[in-house]
């Protein structure tokens, strides 16, 4: 029963994800209640990792699509920024 258990949280990634950014929302809670800030800080940067993780999952992002979506956005910028005036961005007086 627990491997099978097992086996469909590991198959329900955003599943455990949402579970783990209930975990760190209560967890910070307690924290700030309890005057412990540094532990607080650590819950929240577990939930919004879990939150980010939660969210390409969502996406069907994978690690290997970011460098792909990085060089494309910067391809894009060049682009726009090529056709903008010689003398932007500065102030014209």
């Known amino acids: 029963m627990a491997a099978i258990t097992t086996s469909v949280l590991l198959m329900r990634w955003p599943l455990v994800s949402a579970v783990l950014m209930f975990l760190a929302s209560t967890l910070n809670i307690q924290f700030r209640k309890s ?5 607080a800080i650590v819950s929240s940067m577990l939930g919004i990792a879990s939150a980010l993780w939660f969210a390409t999952g969502l996406l069907g992002l994978e690690l290997a699509d970011f460098p792909v ?8 910028m060049v682009e726009i920024s090529s056709h903008a005036p010689p003398e932007w961005p500065m102030v014209m007086t």
Do not use: Q, R, V
């Not at 005057?35 to 532990?39: E, G, I, L, Q």
């Not at 979506?69 to 894009?76: G, N, T």
């Open 69 to 76: 979506i990085w060089a494309s956005f910067k391809d894009i």
């Open 35 to 39: 005057d412990y800030t540094f532990f």
